[in-house]
């Protein structure tokens, strides 16, 4: 597949589009820019915006990054996002998510050996994200091991991050070098 909207040669770029460029740069403190990122340029207000978004949920969330990035994996592999995916496996690994947990997901299978935090986090996701509501056992059980804000943040998080999923998946974002295709749902 084509990439729809790839990256932008800088003498192609608009004053605002340099500038949420570099805004993206100095508050990620990184040169690269990439991902869905790229697309979002097309609207530097959007991208200024979602980054913003997105760097208060990925690093400073009430969620520990153990729960955040599985919750990311949940969304990647809902939305079917491989380059989404390809960031993040290695990322919730390094945070302490098991090998069997990530295998779990990116088959599309419920993972087993989940701990309460998990189990309350993964059922909330899914949940959401499968049926568009949450019941009240559902609700309850996150409620307790997470409260208001923690719960809060995990919608944040599963918005977040389709958000950005649906923009890859709609511009058709190219894949890094070593990053794979998902495999296809069982």
Not at 108 to 125: F, K, M, N, R, W
Not at 150 to 178: E, Q
Request: proline share 7%; charged share 25%; net charge negative.
């Amino acid at each position: 597949m084509t990439d729809r909207m790839p990256p932008m040669p800088d003498a192609e770029m608009t004053d605002a589009q340099r500038e949420a460029v570099q805004d993206y740069k100095d508050t990620r403190k990184t040169d690269e820019f990439e991902g869905p990122f790229v697309p979002l340029l097309r609207s530097p207000e959007l991208l200024r915006h979602a980054q913003r978004v997105g760097e208060y949920l990925r690093y400073r969330s009430a969620l520990p990054p153990r729960l955040s990035e599985l919750a990311i994996l949940v969304t990647a592999r809902h939305w079917s996002q491989s380059y989404e995916w390809g960031i993040h496996a290695p990322i919730a690994a390094k945070a302490g998510v098991s090998a069997a947990i990530i295998e779990a997901i990116e088959q599309g299978d419920t993972p087993a050996d989940l701990d309460e935090d998990q189990i309350a986090l993964y059922g909330l996701c899914r949940e959401l994200l499968d049926t568009r509501q949450v019941s009240e056992p559902t609700y309850a059980r996150a409620f307790d091991r997470f409260g208001e804000r923690g719960v809060i943040d995990l919608v944040g998080i599963l918005g977040y991050y389709s958000l950005l999923a649906m923009t890859m998946n709609a511009t058709r974002t190219a894949l890094s070098p070593g990053m794979q295709e998902l495999p296809e749902f069982r």
